[in-house]
C-alpha cells in the first residue's frame, strides 16, 4: 500500500482564492489589508521564508512590508518597532520572524504586538481565547493542519491523534484544537516527545499522527499504524535536501494519507496567516 499525498500546496491555493475574494470586499471598503513581518538578523533560511510570504501576499492582494533589523539590536529598538506598526493604520497583522537572538524576550515580543494585529496567534491574550474555543487568530501552523485534515477529508471527531512534540508553536495548541468539542476537534488526543518512554508503542496507536518533535526522520515505518494519516510538521535542511521528521519514503507504504516535506504543511501555514491577516482588515473595518 502507498500513502495518498496530502497536497498542502493545492489545497492552500484554494484557501488563497477564498482569501482574495475577500480581500477584494475590503479593498471595496477603501481599505487594503496590511502584513508587516520583522526579521533580526540575516539567516538566509527565514529570509527565503519571509520572502515567499511576501509573495503570497502579494498574490491574494495583501500589501506587505517587511523591516530588517541586525542581530544585535536591543530589545528595546525592537520593542519600539512593533510599537510603530502597532499605531500605523495601514497595518493590519504583524509577525515577528522567530526565533530572536538570545538577548531578546520572545515572550515580550510577543505581549507587545497588539493583540489584534497578531497574525501569528502567540499574544497570551490570543494564545487564552484560543484555549478557551474563541480564538481570534488561531496559530498558524495548527490551523494550517486543521485545515489541511479536513479539507482532505480526513475524519476528526473521535479518531486517536498522538501528537509528538510539545511545543508552543505547534503541539501545545495543535492538541488544544484537536480535543475542542467543535467541527475542528472532538478527537482523542495523546502528547508525546522524544523522551516518551517506548515512543512507537504510543504512536502505532495513532489513527492521526502528527510529527512535531524538531528531530530529522524520528518517526519510522515500524512506529506507525497501517492506513493512518501522518502529518509531518518538521523541516530540515541535510546534505540531501529537506527532510521532516517522517522518514517519507518508508512510512509512506505504511501510511494511508502522508504530508510530504516540502509541499504539505509548509503551504498551509503560509496561507493560515494570510487569512488571518484578511480577518484582521476586517475586523479593523467593522466586517466579520
Known amino acids: 500500500m502507498t500513502a495518498r499525498i496530502l497536497d498542502g500546496r493545492a489545497i492552500a491555493a484554494q484557501i488563497r482564492t477564498e482569501i482574495a475574494e475577500r480581500v477584494m470586499a475590503v479593498v471595496d471598503r477603501g481599505v487594503q489589508p496590511g502584513l508587516a513581518a520583522v526579521l533580526v538578523g540575516d539567516d538566509e533560511g527565514s529570509r527565503i521564508y519571509l520572502g515567499s510570504k511576501h509573495k503570497a501576499s502579494a498574490d491574494v492582494g495583501i500589501r506587505s512590508e517587511q523591516v530588517d533589523l541586525p542581530a544585535f539590536v536591543t530589545q528595546g529598538e525592537l520593542l519600539a518597532t512593533i510599537r510603530r506598526l502597532n499605531r500605523d493604520p495601514e497595518i493590519h497583522g504583524i509577525i515577528v520572524q522567530l526565533p530572536v537572538p538570545r538577548h531578546i524576550s520572545e515572550l515580550a515580543v510577543q505581549t507587545t504586538i497588539d493583540?489584534?494585529?497578531?497574525?501569528?496567534?502567540?499574544?497570551?491574550?490570543?494564545?487564552?481565547?484560543?484555549?478557551?474555543?474563541?480564538?481570534?487568530?488561531?496559530?498558524a501552523t495548527p490551523?494550517?493542519?486543521?485545515?489541511?485534515?479536513?479539507?482532505?477529508?480526513?475524519?476528526?471527531?473521535?479518531?486517536?491523534?498522538?501528537?509528538?512534540?510539545?511545543?508552543?508553536?505547534?503541539?501545545?495548541?495543535?492538541s488544544i484544537m484537536l480535543a475542542?468539542?467543535?467541527?475542528?476537534?472532538?478527537?482523542?488526543?495523546?502528547?508525546?516527545?522524544?523522551r516518551t518512554r517506548d515512543l512507537a508503542s504510543q504512536t502505532r496507536r495513532a489513527d492521526i499522527l502528527v510529527a512535531a518533535a524538531g528531530t530529522p526522520q524520528l518517526i519510522t515505518a515500524d512506529m506507525v499504524k497501517p492506513g493512518a494519516v501522518v502529518i509531518d510538521v518538521g523541516v530540515h535542511r541535510t546534505e540531501s535536501g529537506l527532510v521532516g521528521d517522517v522518514k517519507f519514503d518508508e512510512v509512506k507504504e505504511v501510511a494511508g494519507a502522508i504530508s510530504p516535506v516540502p509541499g504539505g504543511v509548509g503551504p498551509m501555514t503560509t496561507a493560515m496567516l494570510l487569512l488571518n491577516t484578511v480577518a484582521a482588515a476586517e475586523a479593523a473595518i467593522g466586517v466579520r
Not at 494585529?117 to 474555543?133: A, I, S, T, Y
Not at 479536513?150 to 476528526?156: A, K, N
Open 115 to 139: 493583540p489584534a494585529k497578531d497574525v501569528d496567534g502567540l499574544h497570551p491574550l490570543n494564545v487564552g481565547l484560543m484555549v478557551r474555543g474563541d480564538p481570534s487568530f488561531p496559530p
Open 143 to 174: 490551523y494550517g493542519i486543521v485545515e489541511l485534515l479536513l479539507r482532505s477529508g480526513v475524519e476528526l471527531e473521535g479518531a486517536e491523534v498522538v501528537v509528538v512534540g510539545y511545543g508552543e508553536l505547534v503541539g501545545a495548541p495543535l
Open 180 to 194: 475542542q468539542d467543535s467541527i475542528r476537534g472532538n478527537a482523542t488526543v495523546t502528547i508525546c516527545h522524544v
